[in-house]
């Protein structure tokens, strides 16, 4: 089963914030990457599947279900894609971060990891030491697709 989130309310101090408030993509080929990502998870994983989007619309993914509730929801397995500016090779760095917002863009494909999911731990590499993960980018799904299966311990997903 796929469904979609609206967003995890999540409160730091006293404040309550929505994670991954964006329900679908800004594009329909975002958010049908991502729908495709949903279901070749499901497939593979047999799980069920929540999609998410963050609250810019222009990146989300799809996740395994897991039982942890709030922030570490849902976020042991990411099956991800975006949105990134396509930059002409003229342009400095001060000119492309001036205008990233305006350049056309597209997609990438990306998987994010925990390593209480890996077949091995340190492949997560990215985060701070409290909040690890490995956070890589492919070159298609299908690529993206074949590391999951061939890093991510299905044993060690959460029921």
């Given at each position: 089963m796929i469904k979609r989130s609206a967003g995890t309310v999540v409160t730091v101090g006293s404040i309550p914030y929505i994670v991954g408030g964006g329900y679908e993509g800004s594009t329909k080929e975002l958010d049908d990457t991502v729908k495709l990502e949903a279901e070749l998870l499901a497939k593979t994983f047999r799980k069920k599947i929540e999609i998410r989007f963050n609250s810019d619309r222009e990146s989300g993914g799809a996740w395994l279900v897991n039982s942890l509730e709030g922030f570490n929801g849902n976020c042991q397995v990411g099956f991800c894609a975006g949105l990134k500016a396509i930059r002409?090779?003229?342009?400095?760095?001060?000119?492309?971060?001036?205008?990233?917002?305006?350049?056309?863009?597209?997609?990438?494909?990306?998987?994010?990891?925990?390593?209480?999911?890996?077949?091995?731990?340190?492949?997560?590499?990215?985060?701070?030491?409290?909040?690890?993960?490995?956070?890589?980018?492919?070159?298609?799904?299908?690529?993206?697709?074949?590391?999951?299966i061939a890093n991510v311990d299905k044993k060690k997903i959460l029921k």
């Open positions: 002409p090779q003229v342009m400095n760095d001060d000119e492309y971060y001036k205008s990233w917002r305006t350049l056309p863009k597209e997609i990438y494909v990306a998987t994010n990891v925990k390593p209480s999911a890996l077949k091995n731990s340190e492949l997560a590499n990215s985060g701070n030491p409290d909040h690890r993960y490995c956070w890589l980018t492919h070159k298609s799904v299908e690529d993206a697709l074949d590391w999951l």
